[in-house]
């Protein structure tokens, strides 16, 4: 089939990959534009997609955004059978969803209406979904409200970061897009309607969510870290004889014990929380490397008894 790709992070190459690998003739890939990278942003950093793309010898174009009639009429003279939509990052008019014959399929990251939106990843792992996955949808001009294809779960374990289960997401989306192009050619594709049940949104990370607050119970802290590891990371605030720092927590386990929020309780580091607590495995300190959370109770001279806020 002639397949137009349009995508941007990481999460979208195994599904390009995939692609490629299959045969099918990709007319071109779409991107967002490089950003401006390094100290002084001097350095324009091309998107992963794109980078991959390059490798693969196959056209890269990076529009701003699809409001001017030359950019739609350039995607239409593609004549392509289907686009497919991975991350891309840019909203898309009914003329571009209508284009091609067979429409575009968007593969998104949750098992939908659940977690429609721009964070569906780090939104399930958040709120401590037991199931996630991936669906290959039919667009429409909502946002995410096009009838589903094809469908595969992911169970997610107590202790899996958003990390974690991206990456699992990533190589199932390759898997289903396959499967679902083979499909579409030979006409055995169906789509069934969304349902309004369950729907919820999963709306941008905004930075003031990252807090920690060890006020709160264990096991809503231990969600928190766990869907925003590694990216932007849970922190808090302390002072370590230099002033506030931020650390980050970026992978932690529930602990059976009890104490006042923020307290340390061994040398684990276990820290109390409202109710429960967590025992810090990985840890970052600003402007350091991850280490465990005994090296970094070590390295902040935190003993049992101190506090953290």
């Known amino acids: 089939m002639r397949v137009v790709f349009m995508g941007t992070p990481e999460f979208s190459l195994a599904p390009l990959a995939e692609i490629f690998a299959r045969g099918h003739d990709i007319a071109a890939v779409y991107t967002r534009a490089p950003k401006p990278a390094g100290r002084r942003g001097l350095e324009l950093t091309p998107s992963p997609?794109?980078?991959?793309?390059?490798?693969?010898g196959v056209e890269v174009r990076t529009p701003k955004n699809f409001r001017e009639p030359e950019t739609v009429e350039a995607f239409r003279?593609?004549?392509a059978d289907v686009a497919v939509v991975v991350a891309y990052g840019l909203i898309l008019p009914k003329a571009i969803l209508d284009a091609p014959k067979f429409g575009c399929l968007n593969l998104h990251g949750s098992l939908l209406p659940r977690w429609r939106g721009a964070a569906p990843i780090q939104r399930a792992?958040?709120?401590g979904d037991a199931e996630t996955g991936v669906e290959v949808m039919r667009m429409e001009e909502g946002l995410d409200t096009g009838p589903v294809g094809m469908v595969e779960r992911l169970a997610v374990t107590p202790d899996m970061t958003a990390g974690e289960a991206h990456d699992k997401l990533s190589a199932l989306a390759g898997a289903l897009i396959?499967?679902?192009?083979?499909?579409?050619?030979?006409?055995?594709?169906?789509?069934t309607p969304q349902t309004e049940d369950g729907l919820l949104y999963a709306?941008?990370?905004?930075?003031a969510e990252a807090r920690i607050d060890f006020s709160r119970p264990a096991a809503e802290l231990h969600n928190l870290i766990r869907g925003l590891s590694p990216f932007p990371g849970a922190f808090f605030e302390a002072d370590f004889g230099k002033g506030p720092e931020?650390?980050?927590?970026?992978r932690a386990t529930l602990a059976q014990a009890s104490g006042a929020p923020g307290e340390i309780l061994d040398a684990a580091p276990t820290v109390a929380c409202g109710h429960g607590a967590l025992k810090l495995i990985e840890v970052q300190r600003a402007g350091r490397?991850?280490?465990?959370g005994v090296e970094?109770?070590?390295?902040?001279?935190v003993a049992p008894g101190a506090r953290l806020t």
């Open 49 to 56: 997609v794109h980078a991959a793309a390059e490798k693969l």
């Open 296 to 301: 970094f109770a070590r390295g902040a001279h």
């Open 289 to 292: 490397g991850v280490v465990s």
């Open 203 to 207: 709306k941008k990370i905004d930075k």
């Open 246 to 250: 931020r650390v980050k927590i970026l």
């Open 125 to 127: 792992i958040m709120a």
């Open 77 to 79: 003279a593609l004549h």
């Open 178 to 191: 396959g499967r679902a192009l083979a499909a579409l050619e030979q006409g055995t594709l169906t789509f």
